[in-house]
């Protein structure tokens, strides 16, 4: 989120986000009990620059506090894995306070403040691949 780093994810469990000059470890983050398949920083949803998000094997997203490594909140709700394998991780603002997380078979909604699981669903299709939100004309 500084400019300075790297995340990436890994089979492990983990996330580590590097120093991108040094290529040290800067912070391990733990708390996914599968693969880390996605990793994203969305700075528009979270301006204040310390929040990563990852995404795993085991249907969860974490959202991180980047400075600390602590994670802020567990997003369940999905039905398959979060990221990965040409499926998305993404986070909008939508209506001002929604943020969203999606695989290829669900999306969930979570209120952007208290973090809580709003709604989810399955779209119809499952040969989607990528997701953005739309405005209302």
Do not use: M
Not at 15 to 36: C, E, K, N, P, Y
Not at 73 to 101: C, K, M, N, P
């Amino acid at each position: 989120p500084d400019g300075k780093s790297v995340i990436t994810g890994a089979k492990d469990n983990t996330a580590i986000i590097w120093d991108a000059g040094t290529g040290t470890q800067r912070l391990v983050l733990t708390g996914h009990t599968d693969w880390v398949l996605s990793v994203a920083v969305f700075p528009a949803v979270f301006p204040d620059g310390n929040s990563v998000i990852t995404g795993s094997v085991d249907n969860t997203g974490i959202i991180w506090d980047a400075s600390d490594g602590i994670p802020r909140v567990t997003l369940t709700g999905h039905t398959q894995y979060v990221g990965g394998y040409a499926r998305s991780l993404a986070a909008f603002e939508i209506d001002g306070r929604a943020l969203l997380a999606c695989t290829s078979s669900s999306l969930a909604f979570f209120d952007k403040i208290s973090l809580l699981l709003l709604s989810s669903f399955k779209p119809s299709s499952q040969n989607w691949h990528t997701i953005y939100p739309t405005r209302s004309p």
